[in-house]
């Protein structure tokens, strides 16, 4: 059985300060998705990573992909108030397989 | 950019009655489509798969008879609730996978939810 874990659960983020989440998984995928979620909504895609050593970045997100260790990070650089929300990884193993999420919270 | 309609956005019905969500692709051909719930505070748990003309695939612990799934056309799943308890109540998500040329243009697209009460 596919097991994505993801951490921290929760974080507490202090404004202009960087963070990172962290998300092992378990099979040999090298198809690795991060999406984000506000209360109440459904979610919202943020990257897609394919390959090993994939990197992308858009604003203050940047995700890396390291297949052979099976992990996967979500770097926050600068954090502000609009980055409040749950993140999920999910592995690609033909069917998509959820981390726990990480609630992030940030404060001024 | 493609997108996937699901309706309704909430429902509220009363316990023992069936409800239907309707999961849409609307530019696309979705041979695949999955169903997830979310319990407040949780994260999302595969309930099963949806193929275009043939049976779904249910995840272990998942009950077939409760959770109607039919993908009757590439462009429409539906997923029915059958005789809804308390305990159903839930944030349903439908996804569909659009396929392009080889594996690599594969995406994957989320519904805007459906978040069932049952009273």
């Known amino acids: 059985e596919l097991k994505v874990e993801q951490n921290p659960l929760f974080l507490s983020m202090q404004e202009g300060k960087n963070y990172t989440i962290y998300c092992n998984y378990s099979?040999?995928?090298?198809?690795l998705y991060w999406y984000r979620q506000d209360p109440g909504k459904s979610l919202e895609s943020l990257f897609v990573?394919?390959?090993?050593?994939a990197v992308k970045q858009e604003g203050r997100l940047m995700a890396s992909l390291d297949t052979k260790a099976r992990l996967s990070t979500l770097h926050i650089t600068a954090a502000v108030h609009d980055l409040s929300a749950t993140y999920f990884c999910?592995?690609?193993?033909?069917?998509?397989?959820f981390g726990a999420g990480t609630t992030v919270t940030v404060r001024a | 950019g493609a997108v996937v309609s699901q309706h309704p956005s909430w429902v509220i019905c009363k316990s023992g009655t069936s409800v239907k969500i309707e999961c849409r692709s609307l530019?696309?051909?979705?041979?695949?489509m999955f169903w997830y719930r979310q319990f407040p505070k949780q994260s999302l748990m595969l309930m099963a798969t949806?193929?275009?003309?043939?049976?779904?695939?249910?995840e272990q612990g998942v009950e077939k008879d409760k959770f109607l799934i039919n993908h009757a056309s590439l462009t429409l799943s539906t997923l029915t609730v059958t005789s809804a308890h308390p305990e159903d109540s839930s944030f349903y998500i439908c996804?569909?996978?659009?396929?392009?040329?080889?594996?690599?243009?594969?995406?994957?697209?989320f519904g805007s939810g459906t978040q069932l009460s049952v009273l």
């Open positions: 999910a592995v690609d193993d033909y069917k998509l397989s």
């Open positions: 990573l394919l390959s090993n050593g």
């Open positions: 099979t040999t995928s090298d198809r």
């Open positions: 949806s193929n275009e003309g043939s049976k779904a695939t249910y």
């Open positions: 530019d696309f051909q979705a041979t695949t």
């Open positions: 996804s569909a996978r659009l396929l392009g040329q080889g594996t690599t243009n594969e995406k994957l697209f």
